[in-house]
């Protein structure tokens, strides 16, 4: 059977899942004992959510995939609350360094504002500008610290 090549604007979804599945198999038969466990932290009023973070831990890493506050609670501490109660979590579970990306270059701390990750001890370790449209992402890093020595949050 000869091979057929196709470039297209509107890839099936089982063709996508194929790519994504494979990417995932190889890395996953590559690294050893990855065991990612989701891993997240909710500040409720009642039963609404008004803050959260979400994310995983696996390789002995926090990775932070996003953290939200409402906009209503927003300057109340709320996000660097409810990052640390996430980070010691995943210190329990060995975790030693928090990876965490963001779009907004107010929490990253870009343009000499001190934002909330520079707070809470991050630095960033890449920036790629006009990452989607004006956004620019920043891959940021923090040391976690030793579970052990934690005082309970």
């Known amino acids: 059977m ?3 090549w196709e470039t297209t604007t509107s890839p099936s979804a089982a063709d996508v899942e194929a790519v994504t599945e494979g990417v995932f198999s190889h890395g996953r038969s590559l ?3 990855g065991r990612a466990q989701p891993i997240a932290c909710f500040a409720r009023l009642g039963d609404v959510v008004i803050a959260g973070a979400a994310g995983k831990t696996e390789y ?3 990775f932070v995939g996003g953290l939200w506050v409402s906009a209503e609670m927003r ?3 709320l996000g660097a609350e409810t990052s640390l109660r996430l ?3 995943a210190a329990r579970r060995g975790c030693t360094p928090a990876l965490i990306a963001t779009l907004s270059d107010r929490t990253a701390g870009l343009y000499g504002l001190y934002g909330l990750y ?3 001890g991050c630095r960033t370790v890449a920036q790629v500008t006009q990452y989607v449209g004006p956004f620019n992402r920043h891959i940021m890093l923090k040391a976690l610290p030793d579970a052990v020595a934690q ?3």
Do not use: S
């Open 87 to 89: 980070e010691a979590d």
């Open 31 to 33: 690294a050893a004992d």
């Open 75 to 77: 300057n109340r501490d």
């Open 60 to 62: 002995g890493r926090l």
């Open 2 to 4: 000869p091979l057929a």
């Open 118 to 120: 520079g707070r809470l």
């Open 151 to 153: 005082t309970a949050v």
